[in-house]
DNA sequence: CGGGACCTTGATTATCTTCAATGCTAGTGG
DNA sequence: CCACTAGCATTGAAGATAATCAAGGTCCCG
């Protein structure tokens, strides 16, 4: 279990608990069932598969640390990662990994399985707060895929890098893994560049743009965000 | 309940049935069942606002004839058109409208409020063939969201067109609306390049090359594909 | 006949991609 | 300790793709 690409073994599911705990308000005997339904931890090196889609078999994962995507790789070379899926979040194959996605790992990467405390929701023997809180985080994945639509076909380069930062704020506080508005991002810009629809090159002047407006500071895997409303100006906002 | 813009009242809601038929054998009793719960017809003018998303209040509803969208507006004019649903598919406001997003007719519409339907398919008083074709018509749906992020993040103008204008055959064949390779797109230019994340103006320029290229025949809100093998050579396809 | 909605066209500009290097840094083996 | 390498970030230049601007054109309808 132990690999040269590992990183150090999570202490806690914390992340998935308090993510959870964002979308829908548990009581301590909902937490400790989740915890207690959540398989044994899962280490997998970077640009992993880790899941395979369509046929709906795969149980889902809890990731407890690292990055995964859901990634669809075109003949020609192209790709495009449609999601990622960051410590705390649920990812469930027979959903996320429609039409053909493969999960796979972006750095390394560790997960736990869910398929029992996905059951136990669905099976209604799950505490009234933990199935309101596992479905409201359901329904976040499926609204940020609506993001990802509107950001690919109406932003431009700029606004498009700005508000997935913000969605990446938004999630890692949600997380507990935002500290003053710093975040983890060890993703390379060709990565970045993939979920964004953007070539590598130019996703890396997009990058520089945003520095040298001061939006962001972004160095060795931590992005540092001074100002969220003022980033979040640069990013358009839904008509009323 | 008549009114201007109508166009004829629906006689059946055979495309209903075919397309979820389509997703999942269905016995005589299921096809009874699913009928008998629909909600009444309801008229509804072009460009009108049917369903808000957000808090998972609203009822499903079966598109019965037209074309409704779920849409984003910003601020400053643009649009992106998340999803299309046409007559036979069922648009779940609690789901395809999530992110804030707003269900609008694109053209004049009909439809009929299924949330009995989708009780009683959860309630699990439904058949098991109803159950399960119900389940995988929704699966399509998220799996057509993901399509639209590849599309939209990877796919050139011309290759997001023609990609879409295939699943639009496969989704009127399923419906029986298709005959032939000949399937209705009664929508204005703006409206597809709202939906495929293009301007005006080169949505008319890639119609007009598929065109040239003896890719599609285009006129009058009807759409005429000769070789879908031949356009499906301008999508780029997924690797192994 | 006039007006409006939609489609089409040409010219210009902006955004983004591609190509081809160059630098940087961390890891590797001599 | 020092090449040497590999992966990633960065840069410049050139070209492609798509947006924008500004007219016309067509068709339908009142």
Redesign the interface.
Known sequence: MTAPHEIHRPRSTLAFEKTLASYGALADADLAAARSVLGALQSHPPDKQIGRGGR?GDEPLVVVEGWVG?V?????G???I??LFIAGDVLDP??DC????TATTLTAAWTMPAGALRAAVEAGCAGDGLRRAWRAAR?AA?????????R???MSALERTAEFILELLDRQQRSGLARNGRIDLPLTQEVLAD???LSVVHMNRTLQQLRREGLIVYRAGCLLIPDPDRLARAA????A
């Open positions: 709906g859901a669809e790789p075109l003949e020609d192209r790709r495009q449609v999601a027979s959903i429609a039409a053909g996605l329904a499926d609204a940020r895929l609506v993001r990802q639509v509107v690919l076909g109406r979920h964004l629809g358009p906002r839904a008509a």
